[in-house]
């Protein structure tokens, strides 16, 4: 049997979030909780990949406090055969370092895997770290900004990675992680019996030590990054646009580059 | 959804959640494209199926989830408050199952039941020809009977599904002279020899539903596809018609509650004499009524659907009430909604002009509200007639 393992995250379901002005971190109650919307992507092709494949077992892990079991029951009323909770209070305040660690000892834990998904990045923290690292923490390669895959086996895979100037193209074989962008499918409604099904799964709930994570890797202590201070960033300079009739816009291009000393 | 709250249970609650998800995220987006350009929505088909909602009007044995009208109502309901017509994709394929699901033979049950369960195939239900509109046991088509076959011959018009559907419930003759006890209800599979997909008709409402002749030439049919007996065919349809006219009392509730809805938005919005036009107890109270006859119609319409789902006896004038008083209800709240938008709602910039088309032909389409008022009148007469005289 193949397995994919699926990473989600529990998010507040607003693009308004509230900052506490002391310790610079957002203040999630009373705010509605869903799945990260990028994860709904990795769920979607986590989901497909098992459909093209058959034989394969789509596992989706989160990390989280004991509420974000709702999000893994979302994921398995799509189709994910089961769901693992990691959660225990050594685990509150991790960053994206111990994050990542975490995942990776679950992923020890799962046992052998083919495809490991995360979406892009999760809109409450926006860092895109996580998928990467955890490919990190288990010496694999990891392919982010996926748009297209061409072809997936167990084993190997051809994808398309976006850039900010076009996509590359891009074959691994062995074992991977990839990260998703919303490009690359158009996630399912869920079925009633899935739904019926997922209410009633049972799902583990795993902690620090049942994990046999390193106490030092995780948690506040276990994490290196420290918020400075917390601001929007400057929006992105828009480009020139060079206008004109054919040979104006040549010459216009021509000398911009030249002048920028681009050629 | 504004509207009073029913104590649904949570899978009803559920399959309510996923109808109104598919409405708004998959459905919402297309619902002018497809009214306006009459596009058969191919891919919700897919994605209704996907979700098991087929599957609930289907017994257990047959892959289904073994729900009832009640439920099949609610699902249709919450489609057509944002689309009527792509709801008939859904609601169109029950009417076509029922006289397989309410007569048919374990066999066949076994064979066309699953495939409309899981969405791969849909269903319609051929009975109108153009001599028999309300008249319908006056249908000229020919069963003709031979070896091991029958052989039909005819013209239906105005069949919901038409082209798209993979399983048919036709309604021939097989001997004039028997009159009514000579219809026959058949089950025809989209590939038989001899049955071809007509014209597709251009309508007012209801533009995504695909409304289409079928014609019947020679066309072979298996003596085992008979529903039910020879000559069974007027009580296989009239026992559909008491299933299946609480669906299209659903599909009015849903799109006056979608038209309601609009116009009460609507109301809140725009600005007018420096106010907004709720304001206006003109409008208020025109809005409060529609609020009223909706209440009133899905009162009736989910009592009306859990007494079909009871086993309850003559239930026919019942079903025909719901059926009659939410399509007047849909046709009097879509009108006072364009009313409420003004200019505004009569362009297609507004969905209620939509609803307003799409709402007409519920109080036409399986039994004019005449004809209902009739099965009601008779229905009315036989209950006294039941009352022993002292
Ligand atoms: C969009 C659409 C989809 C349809 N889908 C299907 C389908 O899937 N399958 C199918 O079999 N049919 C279908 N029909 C046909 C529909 O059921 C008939 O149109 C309907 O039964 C009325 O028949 P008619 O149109 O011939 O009207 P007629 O019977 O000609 O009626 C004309 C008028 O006379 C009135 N009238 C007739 N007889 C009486 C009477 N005895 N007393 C009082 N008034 C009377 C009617 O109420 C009506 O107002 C569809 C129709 C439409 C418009």
């Known amino acids: 049997m193949n397995r994919v393992i699926v990473f989600i995250k529990q998010v507040p379901d607003t693009a308004e979030l509230k900052i506490d002005p002391t310790t610079n971190t957002m203040i999630r109650e009373g705010v509605p909780s869903i799945i990260n919307p990028f994860d709904m992507y990795a769920i979607e092709e986590g989901i497909r990949i098992k459909e ?42 991790s960053d994206t370092y111990a994050t990542s660690y975490i995942l990776s000892c679950a992923v020890k834990k799962i046992g ?13 923290g926006d860092t895109a770290q996580v998928g990467p690292g955890i490919a990190s923490w288990l010496n694999i390669p990891s392919i982010t900004y996926i748009r297209k895959i061409d072809e997936i086996r167990a084993g190997y895979a051809k994808v398309e990675r976006m850039r900010n100037d076009g996509f590359d193209i891009i074959e691994v074989t062995g074992k991977f992680l990839m990260t998703v962008l919303k490009e690359l499918n158009e996630p399912r409604i869920p079925s009633f019996r899935g739904k019926m099904a997922a209410k009633k799964a049972e799902i583990p709930i795993w902690s620090a030590e049942y994990l046999e994570a390193d106490d030092g890797k995780i948690g506040f202590l276990g994490s290196p990054t420290r918020v400075v201070r917390a601001f929007s960033p400057p929006p992105k300079k828009g480009g020139i646009k060079v206008e004109g009739e054919d040979e104006e816009t040549v010459n216009g ?9 681009m050629l | 959804m504004i509207s009073m709250p029913y104590n649904l ?23 002018e494209q497809y009214d306006e350009e009459q596009l058969f929505p191919e891919e919700i088909v897919k994605i209704l199926g996907n979700s098991d909602l087929y599957r609930v009007f289907i017994p257990e044995e047959y892959d289904g989830l073994g729900m009832g009208v009640f439920e099949m109502a609610l699902v249709t309901e919450e489609l057509s408050r944002i689309d009527g017509g792509i709801a008939l994709a859904y609601a169109g394929s029950a009417l076509g ?15 066309y039941l699953p495939p409309i369960a899981s969405g791969e195939k849909i269903a319609a239900f051929a009975l109108t020809e153009p001599e028999a509109g309300s008249d319908a046991a006056n249908v000229k088509t020919k069963a003709e009977k031979k070896d091991g076959y029958y052989l039909l011959n005819g013209t239906k018009q105005w069949i919901t599904n038409g082209g798209y559907a993979g399983i048919y419930s036709v309604f021939a003759n097989v001997d004039f002279e028997r009159g009514i006890r000579g219809m026959t209800a058949f089950i025809v599979d989209r590939d038989t020899e001899g049955f071809e997909i007509g014209k597709k008709e251009n309508k007012l409402g209801i533009r995504a539903s695909d409304t289409r002749e079928l014609i019947f030439n020679n066309c072979k049919v298996p003596t085992e596809n008979i529903i039910g007996r020879e000559g069974m065919g007027f009580r296989v349809g009239v026992a559909t018609f008491d299933q299946s006219r609480p669906g299209v009392a659903a599909q009015a509730l849903g799109i006056a509650q979608g038209a ?17 036009i709720y304001s206006f107890q003109g409008v208020s109270f025109m809005i409060a009524d529609m609020a009223i006859k909706i209440e009133a119609a899905r009162a009736l319409v989910y009592n009306v659907a859990k007494l ?15 059926k009659t008083f939410a399509s007047d209800v849909a046709m009097e709240v879509t009108t006072n909604a364009i009313q409420v938008l003004g200019g505004y709602g009569y362009m297609k910039d507004y969905p209620v002009e939509k609803m307003f088309r799409d709402a007409k032909v519920t109080q036409i389409y399986e039994g004019t509200n005449q004809i209902q008022r009739e099965v009601i009148a008779i229905h009315l007469a036989k209950e006294l007639a039941r009352i022993p005289k002292k």
């Open chain 1, 112 to 124: 052998d895997y083919d495809v490991l998904i995360t979406g892009k990045q999760a809109s409450d």
């Open chain 2, 97 to 111: 199952a029922f006289p397989i699901i309410l007569f048919g033979n374990e066999q066949q049950k076994k064979k």
């Open chain 1, 52 to 93: 093209k494949w058959g034989d394969t077992e789509v596992v989706v892990v989160t990390m989280g406090p004991p509420q974000a079991e709702t999000a893994l029951r979302e994921a398995l009323s799509l189709g994910c055969d089961r769901a693992i909770l990691l959660s225990d209070k050594k685990f509150a305040a």
């Open chain 1, 253 to 261: 291009l021509y000398n911009f580059l030249s002048e920028n000393k």
């Open chain 2, 260 to 276: 309601f809805e609009e116009a009460l938005k609507y109301a809140h919005e725009r600005v007018q004499f420096g106010k907004n």
């Open chain 2, 308 to 322: 079909v789902d009871s086993g309850a006896k003559r239930t026919g004038g019942y079903s025909a009430m719901a």
């Open chain 2, 9 to 31: 249970t949570e899978e009803q609650k559920e399959l309510v959640a996923i109808a109104k998800q598919i409405a708004e995220e998959k459905i919402k987006p297309l619902r």
